[in-house]
């Protein structure tokens, strides 16, 4: 599986963002797709994830300005980004798992990774 993350640059604070990530090759209904974000000198950290059922997951910093959402059938995911903050500054990867016998929490990583794609938010 491959993913292609699209969607970054530059951008104000209190500006808005669309990151897109398309998923191709075999695919088999991606059970979990998320995004991650790593900023400079930091480690890489679980953005948001959702779930084949419709369920997501949000970092406490970006509950509320960041929507993630996935077209099934194609398995792509979106995440719009409100109200952004130079804090949000980061790499953003995005991220697959396929269906597995049992459940994954994605804080610790993903089977498929995407390159990323640089978000800049300027004050």
């Known amino acids: 599986v491959q993913l292609q993350a699209s969607g970054g640059g530059l951008v104000q604070a209190r500006g808005s963002l669309i990151l897109s990530c398309v998923a191709s090759g075999n695919l088999v209904s991606l059970e979990i797709m998320a995004w991650y974000r790593q900023a400079p000198g930091k480690q890489r950290e679980l953005v948001t994830d959702?779930?084949?059922?419709?369920?997501?997951n949000y970092l406490e910093s970006v509950k509320g300005r960041f929507t993630i959402s996935r077209n099934s059938p194609e398995d792509t995911v979106y995440l719009l980004m409100n109200n952004l903050k130079p804090e949000d500054t980061a790499v953003y990867y995005c991220?697959?798992?396929?269906?597995?016998?049992?459940?994954?929490?994605?804080?610790?990583?993903?089977?498929?990774w995407g390159k990323g794609t640089l978000v800049t938010v300027s004050s």
């Open positions: 959702i779930r084949r059922d419709g369920t997501t």
């Open positions: 991220a697959a798992d396929p269906p597995k016998s049992f459940v994954v929490d994605p804080s610790y990583g993903l089977d498929y």
